[in-house]
């Protein structure tokens, strides 16, 4: 529920956005970030459907590895959301 | 900046480690421990050198008597509780939400809520809104941005910083020094942590989520030591600003204010969470269904409230990995991969490495 999911812009509606993650879409809110300030293309941790913080692409990349990693042990324990 | 390999910064950690004591470093955020724990880095580093998981999980503080409230209210015709899924199956003496078997759906963000609210306007749905800044702000994000009169709030929220200042006064703890968490400080920014190092002479350094990277933050808590600093260190600086997310902050303070609240397994903390304003009581489950506090009972044999204060580590509890398991959870924190007891039971399962070398079973507290 904690975890932060890095997730790439895709399409802005301000404040909607869609962003994408290893090939899957979600709705996220921008609420969280002026919108002069986030574009298509950009990458931001989402947390429970709301970008808190914009990342750059690198960065976003090894927080995924490590999120896959962590998630990876988890499988099948039941972790909600 | 030259990134520095895991060994250089162990060895960088052996080096800062004062030979003459144990030092204590705590964790406050679920996703580092989760780290620390899958990758061994414990059996690295100095065994003086403690890394200590704390209270980085929301669902294991969440007091039994919202988790009653909860119950109760989704066992009532007219309501729909909607939640995260991990809260599904936190124990209490009157079982668990889903065990409850009410009118209870999961959701994975506050706009399901919303969504859910919309689609049954006849029913009262009430969004169990719990969590840390991370998860506070995205619940102020969707107050603002207008909700349905059908959709009421059993708020839940706690603040990190606010504990960690009980813990520092909790001197049977002594803490030596903060892994601040790094999206908790993407809200409040580092500067939120300055307290720690200048009222309180105690290093915290915000860190992310790799293990390079929050080694590197460890180092940089140990060079702290014995500095008298008036800032909090900062190697997560590719996300966390000083003064954080101001919009984020300036939601959280419009619909939220500050209160004294329980944390499970701890007590009545002061200024440690957040109720929804006076003037938004009219979406306050707590006001519309006159929900009361229940007493806190005990259960029997779990130590989670030591484990979050740092005091014993989850191997220390009777009930680990015994009669308390991730499938059949006998306390709240071997319910969320958050959870200390449950990271613990998965690194044992799945890498054996849990860090028996040091023989925390017989231990169990911190012994100097
Ligand atoms: S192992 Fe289970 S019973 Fe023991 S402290 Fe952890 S959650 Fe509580």
Same mark, same amino acid.
């Given at each position: 529920m904690c975890l932060g999911v890095p997730m790439r812009i895709v399409e802005i509606n301000y404040p909607a956005a869609t962003a994408e993650a290893s090939g899957v879409r979600r709705e996220v809110g $921008?609420?969280?970030?002026?919108?002069?300030?986030i574009a298509v293309g950009d990458h931001v941790i989402v947390h429970v459907g709301f970008a808190i913080e914009k990342v750059e692409e690198g960065l976003a990349d090894e927080i995924r590895r490590s999120l896959n990693e962590a998630m990876g042990a988890a499988d099948g324990e039941g972790s909600g959301a | 900046m030259t990134r520095l390999s895991v060994e250089d910064l162990t060895e960088r950690i052996h080096t800062l480690t004062p030979g003459d004591r144990t030092v204590r470093i705590m964790n406050v955020c679920g996703s580092h421990e989760h780290t620390i724990a899958f990758s061994g880095m414990r059996s690295l580093?100095?065994? !003086?050198?403690e890394l200590i998981p704390g209270p980085g999980c929301p669902v294991c503080v969440c007091p039994e008597s919202d988790i009653i409230n909860a119950i109760r209210l989704s066992k009532r015709q007219d309501v729909i509780l909607v939640t995260y +899924?991990?809260?599904?199956?936190?124990?209490?003496r009157e079982g668990s939400i889903r065990a409850g078997g009410g009118n209870y759906r999961i959701i994975t963000s506050p706009f399901e809520a919303v969504r859910i609210a919309r689609a049954n306007p006849r029913r009262k749905i009430v969004f169990f809104s719990i969590g840390f800044e991370t998860t506070t702000a995205p619940a102020a994000a969707v107050l603002e941005s207008g909700v349905p009169g059908n959709l009421y709030m059993l708020c839940s929220h706690r603040l990190t910083p606010a504990i960690m200042e009980t813990l520092v006064r909790d001197?049977?703890? +002594?803490?030596?020094?903060f892994i601040a968490p790094g999206h908790v400080s993407a809200i409040v +920014?580092?500067?939120?942590? !300055?307290v720690f190092p200048a009222k309180y002479g105690i290093p915290a350094v915000v860190a992310g989520f790799e293990a390079e990277n929050l080694l590197l933050g460890i180092s940089d808590i140990l060079a702290r030591l014995g500095r008298r600093e008036v800032r909090a260190g900062n190697v997560y600086g590719r996300v966390v600003?000083?003064? +954080? !997310?101001v919009r984020a902050q300036e939601l959280m303070n419009k619909y939220f204010e500050v209160a004294d609240v329980n944390w499970r397994g701890i007590g009545s903390v002061p200024s440690s969470g957040l109720e929804l304003r006076e003037e938004y009581g009219g979406r306050d489950a707590r006001k519309v269904f006159g929900l009361g506090e229940v007493k806190e009972e005990k259960i029997p044999g779990c130590i989670c409230g030591d484990i979050i204060l740092g005091r014993a580590y989850p191997s220390a509890c009777g009930l680990f990995g015994m009669a308390c398991n991730p499938q059949s959870p006998a306390g709240p924190c071997m319910v969320s991969v958050e959870g200390a007891c449950n990271i613990w039971y998965r690194t044992k399962k799945?890498? &054996?490495? $849990?860090?028996?070398k040091r023989d925390f079973?017989?231990? &169990?507290r911190f012994i100097t």
């Open positions: $921008l609420h969280l970030l002026p919108e002069e300030e | 580093l100095p065994r !003086n050198l +899924g991990d809260m599904l199956r936190v124990p209490s001197a049977e703890t +002594g803490i030596d020094g +920014g580092s500067d939120a942590w !300055n600003r000083p003064g +954080g !997310n799945d890498r &054996g490495n $849990l860090p028996a079973k017989t231990e &169990g």
